[in-house]
Nanobody, 128 residues
Framework: QVQVVESGGGLVQAGGSLRLSCAASGRAFSSYVVGWCRQAPGKEREFVAAIRWSLRTYYVDSVKGRFTISRDNAKNTVYLQMNSLKPEDTAIYYC??????????????????????WGQGTQVTVSS
């Protein structure tokens, strides 16, 4: 089992940047895929990005070219660098982890429902 804790949210103007961090604890961090999902008011939780132990990455189309997910396996930490932020990026951002062996198809990585372990979330607000 793994526990994840997010940090780094805040208020930023459109066009600005933020970096979110996800610190993981528990056993066998290498066996988990770690991702970020977000939920805006009145909307369903949606997948944003994920990264495998091998450092292969996955992104939702709306953030490609603006967000970068990275992983420091030595520190058990995953980062989400968010640039060129837009008001529509405003949401609670959640770090989530999934057992790598359960995601055996590329499409699975984009499915928030398949992630088993969740943090409490961190608020990101982008003002126009």
């Amino acid at each position: 089992q793994v526990q994840v804790v997010e940090s780094g949210g805040g208020l930023v103007q459109a066009g600005g940047s933020l970096r979110l961090s996800c610190a993981a604890s528990g056993r066998a961090f290498s066996s988990y895929v770690v991702g970020w999902c977000r939920q805006a008011p009145g909307k369903e939780r949606e997948f944003v990005a994920a990264i495998r132990w091998s450092l292969r990455t996955y992104y939702v189309d709306s953030v490609k070219g603006r967000f970068t997910i990275s992983r420091d396996n030595a520190k058990n930490t995953v980062y989400l660098q968010m640039n060129s932020l837009k008001p529509e990026d405003t949401a609670i951002y959640y770090c989530a982890a999934a057992t790598a062996s359960e995601l055996y198809n590329d499409s699975h990585y984009y499915n928030a429902a398949l992630y088993d372990y969740w943090g409490q979330g961190t608020q990101v607000t982008v003002s126009s």
